[in-house]
């Protein structure tokens, strides 16, 4: 029950509800007031634009989640951390993050609807995981996933607000000048690939990556870590390939084999220009957990096909 109180009459109910019903997004509620599981003073809204007065009650009934869609599926995870609002997992490079067209099972969300079960409380209505943020396919490490609707609001909120520590490992090509430094630039999509992204000067989304050279790979190549100040879709593969230092393996943003590779061996040369996906690995996750308000800090180490690669490169 929710009574409207003299400063806030003049509210859109969906914004009223949604502000003191414990964790409900305002997209949720609109769609609950939609279907008609709002009351007022016991006659039914079903406008979410409606205003409030002042000594009005409210009653939102909240249906049960639906089974799941997708369905899920086992499979095995690296968990890190998990509690009854959330978890943290350590993605494996091939792994689709959510269901699409071509990929429509064998992703990261059918198997959390398996492994969570019945820990999951709904999210959006429906008993899935809350997708918070995303990593590409072929990019490793680690990810916060969702299991109410209240910790996805709270995240997402963080997400937006850049609140989230997060850091990658890299392998590049060349070695970047200054060895430490900023890559900034707006990103947006590629008009004539849409499937790229690409720096867009007068258009897209300021994005900032600060960047630092761990290793020197005899001058072809470099292990650096990257810490995202932005969050855009590509946005370490757009950087560093815009400023001539395109990731290693990368499939979409490395057109030709770099003048840099014949300072290798043919042997580091062969093992870089054949690694199978982008050298990128996300070894960093730090947040503040939506319910405790406890800081939680994850750091997984680079996985073996990356290690392997540095030492074949070292050699």
């Keep these: 029950m929710f009574v409207v109180k003299s400063e806030q009459a003049g509210e859109r109910v969906d914004r009223f509800i949604a502000l003191h019903s414990g964790g409900l997004s305002r997209s949720r509620v609109k769609t609950l007031i939609e279907a008609g599981h709002l009351t007022r003073d ?42 009854s609002d959330l978890l943290v997992l350590n993605k494996p490079a091939g792994l689709v993050v959510h269901p699409a067209p071509g990929n429509e099972t064998g992703t990261l ?54 609140r ?40 897209g989304k ?42 290693i393996g990368d499939p979409v943003y490395l057109r030709r084999i770099p003048a840099v590779a014949k300072g290798f061996s043919a042997t580091a040369r062969a093992a870089a220009l054949d690694f199978p996906r982008q050298a990128l690995h996300a070894t960093r996750l730090g947040f503040t957990h939506p319910r405790t308000g406890e800081a939680l800090l994850f750091e997984a180490p680079a996985p073996d096909d990356m290690v392997q690669l540095a030492e074949i490169l070292e050699a």
């Design 42 to 83: 016991g006659q039914s809204v079903t406008e979410p634009a409606e205003t409030v007065k002042a000594g009005q009650s409210y009653s939102l009934s909240v249906p049960s989640a639906v089974p799941a869609v997708p369905e899920g599926e086992a499979m095995a995870f690296d968990i890190y951390y998990e509690d």
């Design 109 to 162: 969300v059918n198997g959390l609807v398996a492994h969570c079960g019945d820990s999951l409380q709904g999210i959006g209505g429906q008993k899935r995981p809350g997708i918070v943020h995303r990593l590409d396919k072929d990019t490793s490490g680690l990810m916060v996933v969702a299991k109410t609707e209240k910790a996805h609001l709270a995240l997402s909120e963080d997400f937006a607000a850049r």
């Design 164 to 203: 989230i520590d997060r850091a990658y490992l890299a392998l590049c090509w060349g070695c970047p000048a200054p060895a430490e430094g900023d890559f900034e630039g707006n990103i947006g999509r590629d008009k004539r690939d849409r499937k790229r992204m690409t720096i867009t000067p007068r258009s």
């Design 206 to 247: 300021w994005a900032l990556t600060h960047y630092k050279t761990l290793k020197n790979f005899q001058g072809s190549a470099s292990l650096v870590t990257c810490k995202l100040a932005t969050g855009r879709t590509h946005q370490i593969r757009v950087h560093f390939s815009a400023h001539g230092y395109p990731l």
